[in-house]
């Protein structure tokens, strides 16, 4: 069956490739070599506390591009001036930043000597401006609203990318860029629509209706004027919102040229846990999970929930449609137990096998055991058991170590494709688990050593970042709420319920005990329409939130989810379907495996704190980047499609560019992009200093419109 070129599954991480870029720039006359200005690869961002700079430093931040925040609010800023923008290396004139973000097109005051400095900075140099957020104004490049235009929410606008947008910097969008409105009593997104005003250089990149007219107006677009370049951003978002997730990647090639270090992917995985296995079923009249350590009540009777070889059928063509693949994790006692209670027969069990390699397989502990201490289930809620002298009784390392090994030898004799250095625990046991264990079990780390394992899962909504266990690091896994023990929707709804509404409602008042951390619903869900009206909804725009943010973490449901009801595939599909409608098939999902994701990440650290730890250096001379740093470093980069090492192509493609991983050998590398790729040139001719404009206004969500400049108010 076709798949679905958009979530073309991508199983590497980003290509190694090397770190120093030359390029010829077309139709300019050739410049001595001691006249070609040096540009450093960092992004000065100026911030006002606002939450538009603050966004675009997130996905620097995130990407790993280097920059260098000055705060506008603090009065031990430095100054912006010349000497601060720029300066002299080795005879050479250089540019300490290779773009500028500003709050507005102008923070500061008027005929500041600091936005002389940055007009005359960006000319000379060719450094590009992004104007964060900003009043739509003349000094901007577009008409005041009042003009035909609009001021004021556009919750739920749909905008769109605009023919130079597709073939420009947003080229990775298929054209839809929807606005979020997630309330109906809370402004979300404030923005200025706009046309240009006459006689001004500005093309739009991303617009949409202007309410009450035919015309369309900015949101996004590019204004030039006095040798300058400017991003003119109408409206305001945070680093949250889906509106800015979808352009923030093409914000940043703009500043950059497509240039620059840090890169990044659009990342979904998803690990099935408990595959063998049974999970035990909620039940909605004892408002507690039979089975369970927490559910005492003598009525308790285990219901267990079991995939069927119908649902891996079921699972296996679902896969080939979405052209995406799953990762189980499997507990092989799960069918020996089984195959012991009927005659030796497990159809699930047959049929997995057989589908084998449709699926990536991690191994998840043979019964799926606690591993941490050894729970004390005789209060509620559990505790740890403890030795006559008072000390934690744990679980031995050879017991932690028999889970991990007859797992694998079961998976190994069963065919499984494992990759025998990653390991999923039972409820991510062995680990710190507050309030009962404060400290992880230390026996895991051994018994890790023991089998061999480098890379263990780890629950994210406990420990988000990684952190090393023994021998194996950390990979946090996002918890889907769509719960381990519902095979049904109307069961997941009543659970769902209990959580979420107060007592007065019937619920447990969970939501009322812990206000920081859960919201009570206003009313129980309707148990027939509230899993796919509500909670469906919700899960899909919470993990292709994390999918837009550049954030590899797994996400994890468990085997009861793809049986019965089959209630994981409405939130899987909502995801997957999406991302397809907002991004073009230059940027298809990247879907790795546990251990590629766990190394991602660490790659990512190492790499922040080379850049934070001042280690870095990297620039631009002409028709070269130069990056050094650490030997043996991994380090990433983005460059134009076209760019070759060493007569190979650099790289991955990805979004319309090349971008990867390498590492740096002690000596630099060297790249070679297209000739067409933009540059840093000096200005000829360019005339005198530019006067700075005065500053614009800038709007907080659901504020009413300023009165423009000039205007009776």
Request: net charge negative; glycine share 10%.
């Amino acid at each position: 069956m076709k798949r679905n070129l958009r979530t073309t599954l991508l199983t590497t991480g980003l290509t190694t490739g090397a770190l120093v870029a030359a390029l010829v720039l077309p139709g300019t006359t050739a410049l001595a070599d001691d006249a070609v200005p040096r540009v450093d690869l960092r992004v000065l961002v100026v911030t006002d506390g606002g939450p538009a700079t603050d966004a675009i430093a997130a996905e620097l931040d995130a990407a790993g591009t280097p920059y260098t925040k000055v705060d506008l609010t603090r009065a031990d800023r430095p100054v912006i001036d010349a000497g601060y923008l720029a300066d002299t290396v080795g005879g050479r004139d250089r540019a300490k930043f290779q773009a500028v973000v500003l709050p507005n097109d102008n923070p500061f005051p008027a005929n500041s000597p600091e936005m002389t400095a940055l007009a005359n900075f960006e000319r000379t140099f060719d450094i590009p401006q992004v104007d964060a957020y900003t009043y739509a104004r003349p000094e901007a490049g577009l008409q005041y609203p009042v003009y035909g235009g609009y001021s004021g929410s556009v919750d739920g606008a749909r905008a769109q990318v605009t023919a130079a947008g597709r073939s420009g910097p947003f080229g990775y969008l298929e054209g839809a860029v929807p606005f979020e409105d997630n309330s109906p009593t809370v402004g979300e997104s404030y923005a200025y629509l706009s046309t240009p005003v006459a006689g001004a250089d500005f093309t739009p990149y991303v617009d949409a209706a202007i309410p009450g007219t035919t015309k369309r107006g900015s949101l996004v677009g590019e204004y030039r004027h006095d040798g300058r370049r400017e991003l003119v951003v109408t409206f305001v978002y945070n680093q949250y919102q889906q509106q800015f997730r979808l352009l923030a990647r093409g914000i940043v090639a703009w500043m950059t040229g497509g240039v620059h270090l840090g890169a990044s992917r659009n990342y979904f995985a998803v690990h099935v846990d408990d595959v063998f296995a049974a999970d035990d079923r909620w039940n909605s009249t004892l408002n507690c999970t039979p089975g369970d350590v927490d559910c005492t009540d003598p009525n308790a009777t285990p219901d267990p929930i079991r995939m069927s070889a119908a649902d891996v059928d079921h699972a296996v063509t679902w896969q080939d449609t979405r052209g995406f693949t799953l990762d189980l994790a499997y507990n092989a006692a799960g069918s020996v137990d089984f195959r012991e209670d009927n005659n030796g027969a497990d159809p699930l069990a047959d049929r997995l096998v057989a589908a084998r390699d449709e699926f990536r397989w991690i191994n998840h502990t043979y019964t799926h055991a606690f591993l941490g201490c050894e729970q004390d289930t005789s209060v509620v809620p559990w505790r740890c058991a403890t030795l006559p002298n008072g000390s934690v009784k744990w679980v031995t390392r050879q017991a932690v170590s028999d889970e991990i090994a007859l797992n694998r030898v079961w998976g190994q004799s069963a065919g499984l494709p494992l990759a025998d250095d990653e390991l999923v625990t039972g409820e991510h046991s062995g680990l710190r688990v507050l309030p009962q264990q404060s400290v992880d079990n230390p026996h895991l780390g051994p018994a890790l050593a023991d089998n061999g394992i480098a890379w263990l899962a780890s629950d994210n909504s406990r420990e988000p970042g990684q952190r090393q266990v023994g021998p194996a690091t950390t990979v946090p896994r996002y918890p889907m709420n769509v719960f381990y023990n519902a095979g049904r929707a109307a069961e997941q709804v009543d659970e769902y319920n209990w959580i979420y509404t107060s007592r007065a409602q019937g619920g447990s008042g969970i939501c009322e005990d812990n206000p920081a951390t859960t919201t009570c619903l206003p009313a129980p869900l309707d148990p027939a329409t509230g899993y796919a009206n509500h909670i469906v909804p919700l899960e899909r725009q919470i993990a292709l939130g994390h999918v837009l943010a550049n954030d590899p973490k797994p996400h994890f449901i468990h085997q009861s989810n793809l049986a019965e009801d089959r209630i994981a595939y409405p939130v899987l599909d909502g995801v997957l379907d999406g991302y397809d409608a907002l991004f073009a098939a230059n940027t298809p999902v990247v879907n790795l495996r546990m251990k590629d994701i766990g190394q991602e990440l660490r790659q990512r650290a190492a790499w922040r704190a080379a850049v934070q730890g001042g280690l870095i250096t990297a620039y631009r001379v002409g028709g070269t980047v130069t990056i050094e740093g650490p030997g043996g470093l991994a380090v990433p980069a983005t460059a134009t499609a076209g760019t070759l090492r060493d007569g190979s192509a650099f790289g991955e493609a990805y979004a319309g560019k090349r971008s990867g991983w390498t590492s740096l050998a002690g000596a630099p590398l060297t790249l070679t992009l297209p000739a067409a790729t933009p540059a840093p040139s000096p200005a000829i001719g360019s005339g005198g200093p530019v006067s700075a404009p005065a500053p614009a206004a800038r709007v907080p969500e659901g504020v009413a419109d300023p009165v423009p400049p000039g205007s009776d108010g």
